[in-house]
């Protein structure tokens, strides 16, 4: 069982950053492709960013590629969330998940962990 902390959420003003954590609770390296998801209240979780398990290959949702980063640092079985540029349409809470074999996904229900989410406010 793979537990998810997520970190780094907060308040910020419209243009600005954040960078989100997901610590996990075991080595994850190679095993798991990790993903960022969000979800506004009265909306549908929607797929923000994944990363495969080796990091080498990434993918965004169409309207994040360019301001958001995801990466991972399988040492510290951590994986990021750079937000750059950030909008109030952006707020939402954020949650992090693990998928088993390693191949990223834009799939939600591909995912077989996931974290508790943390609250990203927008001020416009």
């Known amino acids: 069982q793979v537990q998810l902390v997520e970190s780094g959420g907060g308040l910020v003003q419209a243009g600005g950053s954040l960078r989100l954590s997901c610590a996990a609770s075991e080595r994850t390296s190679s095993n798991y492709a990790m993903g960022w998801f969000r979800q506004a209240p009265g909306k549908e979780r929607e797929f923000v960013a994944t990363?495969?398990?080796?990091?080498?290959?990434?993918y965004y949702a169409n309207s994040m590629n360019g301001p958001f980063t995801i990466s991972r640092d399988n040492a510290k079985n951590t994986v990021y969330l750079q937000m750059n540029s950030l909008k109030p349409e952006d707020t939402a809470v954020y949650y992090c998940?693990?998928?088993?074999?390693?191949?990223?996904?834009?799939?939600?229900?591909?995912?077989?962990?996931w974290g508790q989410g943390t609250q990203v406010t927008v001020a416009s």
């Open positions: 990363i495969s398990g080796n990091g080498g290959i990434t």
């Open positions: 998940a693990a998928r088993t074999g390693g191949w990223a996904s834009q799939l939600t229900y591909e995912y077989n962990y």
